[in-house]
């Protein structure tokens, strides 16, 4: 169970960040250099970002106790799909890093880079929580038929 001072921390920064994405938003939006621009865009992003994580863990987010075999079987392909070409991703990215002398581009591969690999171990974490979530269904599931079979064999004697 979350805290009341946790969810106002979370409700807080939800509505910091959603101000922060807006505020580079608008600032990015006066920037004529495409490359500032993008960079300044990309922060505005990620903020708008964090205000989702918040929202989410205000709401409860670890309060889930199970995912559904439907909803398992929408997500894992996808999921597996973004690992592999997360992996290609990382592999390109950093050949590019090693045989690129400007540092201005080098700067923004490696930023690339980094989210790159930041996603790909959390689409990893993501698949394993979906898959243990699926799991503990799956055991209730067979639990509950397990003990309503028993209570029928125990009226069947």
Not at 24 to 43: D, N, P, S, Y
Request: charged share 40%; proline share 1%.
């Amino acid at each position: 169970m979350v805290s009341e001072e946790l969810k106002k921390f979370f409700s807080d920064m939800t509505r910091v960040e959603k101000d922060y994405a807006r505020r580079l938003e608008k600032t990015g939006r006066r920037v004529e250099h495409r490359g500032l621009r993008a960079l300044i865009e990309a922060v505005a992003m990620d903020s708008e970002k964090h205000s989702m994580l918040y929202k989410a863990l205000e709401e409860g987010f670890g309060e889930i106790e199970y995912v559904t075999e439907a909803e398992a079987n929408a997500i894992i392909g996808e999921i597996d799909y973004h690992i592999k070409t997360e992996a290609e991703f990382i592999k390109t990215l950093t050949e590019k890093i090693k045989s690129c002398s400007d540092p201005s581009i080098r700067f923004v591969l490696k930023t690339i880079l980094r989210d790159e690999i930041y996603h790909h171990v959390l689409l990893e974490n993501i698949k394993k929580i979906i898959l243990e979530k699926k799991k503990r269904l799956d055991e209730a599931l067979w639990r509950i038929i397990m003990e309503e079979l028993e209570e029928k064999n125990k009226e069947l004697q």
